[in-house]
């Protein structure tokens, strides 16, 4: 089958590959440019697994070609601790609040709410509920997820952050 | 002293052991993308299989041809059972005694049952393969009402059993039946109803689901011919058993053979089974000499491996009319499928089901199970719970309810009244149990304190007057369900796998430095052993969790235990690990009785090292005997510090906990809304308190997905009519229900610790809780039992049966 040549930037440095044009863009990322945070849970777009963040907007590579990503500017959980290498406040807050068990989900959710958190710096527990609600967590619940967001996002805004009582 | 010297509580923080809400290890690098699962495995020249697999529930395979696929780029074999043959290995054994095809051999048996395994060079071109396969199939009539699969005429399904009388498990009535299973005294029990002045009888289904990790199973073979070795990276709960199992059925030395269980993305009970993709990669493996992946996709997973429940349970109580039950009768018709699969202790063909008399104080009960197969995927793994406990829980706390409504009782007042005292522990149940400890009437008159119990009756009641009086389309459910799971399996005496004793095992190694390394025969889905572990090892040892790394999963370095599933990895490897601690700890009391030219009986344990008793000061840490122990060992002793524990447990731990869950249903969409749900749990000693109460959140949603409407359904044709995330209900973050945990605490009196394990506990009682809801909120329109799941829609029909909707 016949190969396309593409280029894009990843976590800040531009990779290139050749690819067959159904090849999706979630086995590039894992297989070619062999970043294997991003995971895959379904394959038909329901789990959010895969999830990334292309220019700027919240993505199922699962969902995508490989092709279609020509150009953009991807960032993975690969890319998401600071600079120093330390643990970013979204990735805090997900140990602090317990909002993982087996992981699995883990990358895809915290790149879901980077992005949450972008288009709505302090949300709502509801508004953190609807925001991660194309990404599927079978272990925790929700509920100490919805925490590591709202932990997250006060220490983002330099606010102190106060547990909900149960 | 100086004001340097720590104090007692900063000694004891720094452990960061047992009862301490430690952060997990874990995390680091899963939050990073760097944990290291199946998938990320990547070998060079490493080959993809994939399966061809059956449209058809039940068809006889006339012909697969193979040409075109073998033309397609990349396609290197096709794998049939003709193919397998040739090693032996066109069926397999399962865990229940049963045999199983690997791949089709002359008929398939269920929908999407494995028929053929291409090999290539990478996963599209695997799949362009399948594509080319052509399999000439005679449909044959399904069987997919397990009501009907002891009918006389009902189509033959296992040919391979034809004349076989007998079963693993005792004699075969027909030829789609497994085996029966009966426990209790059956005329004592029926003398009972005889004379009881109350009874009912209700056929109470526990629907089919599915365990369904966010990971599907998968794995990675690779054969070594050169030396002979087998390794096999896999999604296995239980990798050591994987590895007897491939030694038993592949007749290879089981010294060659290398089991690695790497960072699992959620088992539930899913990755205890050994399936056809294994083998199959294996075999592919050894025969190209490369290695092989074989990863499942969602659809493979759902309709596959390994499904949970499909038990359907005519119940019987009996009662006096004050409500003090006094006697219980059960048969269940179990519908395991294609093959017998389930994943449970060698002798126990329904498992653990005969902990269906519950919490209560049955003088008499008899149960009796018919197995049976059909047209459906094999499984029957314990999803979440110990085997068939959640089956046996949603019986009799459907029943105790159903008991309620008959005597016009409370149903909380009923479950007290019947309680089992704490001075009956240990408590021998009818069926054959001791149960440890409980405490069962102080569990659940915290939770109705908590949320006001009696108050939610009297709204209750004045709302459903509100709704004759048509002043509402809402009715109220409050549902009250108090569970006995029985975990830990198991003792020696009455638990294995294909032989093996049900033990697990501990090892620990503490450097000269003072710190150490503990390999575990358990392994963690997601659980966070590496941090438990080490947090009981802290405080049995005095070592700071930190400086102890956990390692499970490895068959080469671990000890050999039987793995996570069950909720047996506290009761069973948490008890091993105190148990090689105490070993450690004895021989570092007397390495500091030689430093501290003592007697051993004049120390005393205080925290993190030895102290002269009445001497205070004269210590020695567990720190310094760890460098003592490479360099100035007593005489006569051998230098180094480290033991094993293989532990034998002596009965299984019995948690307990009470829930309960209020709903409100719109009669007219059969909308709900789940206002509260409180769960209280008893697992005895908490370990972390902060990994109990996720285990809690996590099992509440699956008991939530279960009970509202997560299903595997077939059509009359045998087609899985839910087999992905669009139709098979997986909650997410806007439908789940807010979580309120509470808690107890009842040492188990035989567990070196005193834990009991909770990873399961919310499921088994969560089911009962929301099902109750919904059967107490439409219990005034005149039902006593209605099905599960309960979704919207049925919702709405229960209503409209019940005349409450035009």
Not at chain 2, 133 to 152: N, T, W
Not at chain 2, 402 to 413: S, T
Not at chain 2, 514 to 541: C, D, F, L, P, Y
Not at chain 2, 564 to 572: A, F, H
């Amino acid at each position: 089958m016949p190969k396309t040549h593409i280029t894009m930037k990843v976590n800040g440095a531009e990779v290139e590959g050749l690819v067959e044009s159904r090849t999706l863009l979630v086995h590039f990322i894992r297989e070619n440019l062999a970043m294997t945070g991003t995971h895959i849970g379904c394959e038909t777009t329901h789990c959010g697994a895969c999830t990334v963040d292309i220019d700027g907007m919240s993505v199922k590579s699962c969902t995508m070609f490989a092709v279609q990503a020509q150009g953009s500017d991807i960032t993975t959980i690969e890319g998401m601790a600071n600079a120093d290498g330390s643990l970013s406040a979204l990735q805090e807050g997900f140990r602090m609040m317990h909002g993982l068990q087996c992981g699995f989900c883990t990358p895809g959710m915290i790149m879901r709410a980077h992005r949450l958190l972008k288009e709505n710096p302090q949300p709502t527990e509801d508004e953190v509920r609807m925001g991660i609600s194309g990404n599927i967590c079978r272990c925790t619940g929700y509920q100490n997820i919805v925490k590591a967001i709202q932990y997250a996002a006060a220490k983002i805004n330099g606010v102190e952050f106060r547990e909900a009582a149960e | 002293m100086n004001d340097m010297t720590p104090t007692r509580e900063q000694r004891e923080a720094k452990l960061e052991g047992m009862g301490c809400k430690r952060k997990r290890v874990e995390d680091i690098r899963f939050t990073q993308g760097k944990g290291n699962y199946v998938d990320d495995v990547k070998l060079p020249g490493m080959l993809h299989g994939d399966f061809v697999r059956s449209p058809h529930a039940h068809a006889r395979v006339k012909k697969i041809d193979d040409t075109e696929a073998l033309k397609v780029p990349g396609v290197l074999a096709v794998i049939t059972a003709e193919t397998l043959k040739t090693v032996n290995l066109a069926w397999m054994p399962t865990l229940a005694g049963d045999v199983q095809m690997v791949l089709a051999d002359g008929k398939v048996l269920f929908q999407n049952q494995e028929v053929a395994f291409v090999v290539a060079t990478d996963r599209y071109a695997a799949d362009d393969g399948i594509n080319k396969v052509v399999v000439e199939y005679e449909p044959l009539p399904p069987l997919i009402d397990p009501f009907k699969a002891m009918d006389k005429d009902a189509p033959v399904l296992r040919e391979d059993l034809a004349g076989k009388t007998t079963g693993a498990h005792g004699p075969r009535k027909h030829h789609n039946h497994i085996f029966e299973w009966t426990v209790g005294d059956k005329d004592l029990t029926d003398a009972a109803f005889r004379k009881a002045e109350v009874t009912f009888k209700e056929m109470i289904s526990y629907h089919r689901t599915h365990p369904s990790p966010l990971e599907t199973c998968q794995c990675v073979c690779s054969f070594d011919k050169i030396r002979g070795e087998l390794t096999i990276w896999g999604t296995f709960q239980a990798p050591h058993v994987i590895r007897t199992v491939v030694a038993l059925i592949a007749k290879l030395p089981e010294q060659k053979i290398h089991v690695i269980s790497p960072d699992i993305g959620g088992g539930f009970g899913n990755k205890v089974g050994a399936y056809p993709g294994y083998i199959c990669a294996a075999v592919a493996s050894i025969v190209t000499g490369k290695p092989v992946k074989w990863v499942e996709d969602r659809i493979e997973n759902l309709t596959a491996t390994s499904f949970a429940r499909d038990y359907h349970m005519t119940t019987e109580i009996a009662s006096t009319k004050e409500g003090k039950v006094t006697g219980l009768r059960v048969h269940v018709l179990a519908d395991h499928g294609a093959f017998d699969a389930c994943a449970d202790p060698s002798k126990w063909p329904a498992g653990f089901f005969n902990i269906v008399t519950g919490s209560y104080d049955f003088p008499t009960a008899h149960l009796s199970v018919d197995g049976i197969y059909t047209n459906k995927a094999p499984g029957g793994v314990a999803y979440r719970c110990s085997f068939r406990v959640t089956e046996a829980a949603y019986c009799i706390e459907r029943a105790m309810d159903i008991l309620a409504q008959k005597l016009g009782m409370d149903p909380a007042e009923l479950r007290l009244k019947n309680f089992i005292k704490p001075e009956q522990f240990p408590y021998h149940s009818a069926l054959g149990w001791e149960y440890d400890s409980g405490d069962y009437a102080t569990a659940m008159k915290k939770a109705m304190e908590t949320v006001k119990y009696s108050e939610l009756r009297k709204e209750q009641s004045a709302l459903r007057e509100a709704f004759k009086r048509g002043e509402t389309r809402e009715i109220m459910g409050v549902g009250v369900s108090f569970f006995t799971e029985i975990v830990g399996a198991g003792p020696s005496k009455n638990c294995d796998i294909l032989g093996i004793a049900m033990f697990d095992s501990c090892e620990i190694r503490l450097h000269p430095t003072g710190a150490g390394i503990a390999r575990v025969g358990s392994k963690s889905q997601g659980q966070g052993h590496e941090t438990t572990w080490a947090q009981i090892i802290a405080t049995e040892i005095g070592i700071p969790a930190d400086d102890i790394m956990v390692e499970e999963g490895n068959t080469d370095t671990a000890p050999y235990g039987l793995g996570t599933y069950g909720s047996r990895s506290t009761p069973v490897a948490g008890a091993a690990i105190a148990m090689a601690a105490r070993k450690i700890k004895a021989k570092a009391q007397m390495i500091a009785a030689y430093k501290l030219e003592v007697h051993e009986d004049d120390l005393e344990w205080d925290i993190d090292g030895f102290r002269v008793k009445g001497l205070p000061e004269k210590t020695m840490s567990m720190k310094d005997i760890c460098w003592a122990a490479y360099n100035s060992v007593p005489p006569g002793m051998e230098p180094g510090l480290e033991a094993v524990s293989y532990y034998d447990p002596p009965n299984m731990t019995y948690p307990f906990g009470a829930y309960i869950c209020v709903m409100n249903i719109d009669v007219d969409t059969g909308v709900y809304k789940v206002r509260r749900f409180y769960a209280l749990d008893d697992c005895g000693t908490r370990i972390n308190p902060m990994i109990i109460e996720g285990q809690v959140h996590g099992g509440l949603t699956e008991a939530f997905a279960i009970a509202m409407g997560q299903e595997i359904r077939y059509d009359a044709d045998g087609n899985v009519v839910t087999g992905s995330f669009m139709d098979f209900f997986m909650p997410t973050a806007v439908e789940t229900p807010h979580w309120e945990t509470d808690f107890t605490v009842t040492p188990s009196p035989h567990h070196p610790i005193g834990a009991k394990g909770v990873g399961e506990s919310p499921n088994v009682g969560g089911v009962p809780a929301f099902s109750n809801a919904v059967n107490d909120a439409f219990s005034f329109l005149g039902s006593t039992h209605i099905q599960m799941p309960h979704d919207y829609w049925r919702n709405w029909k229960a209503a409209k049966d019940l005349g409450a909707v035009a």
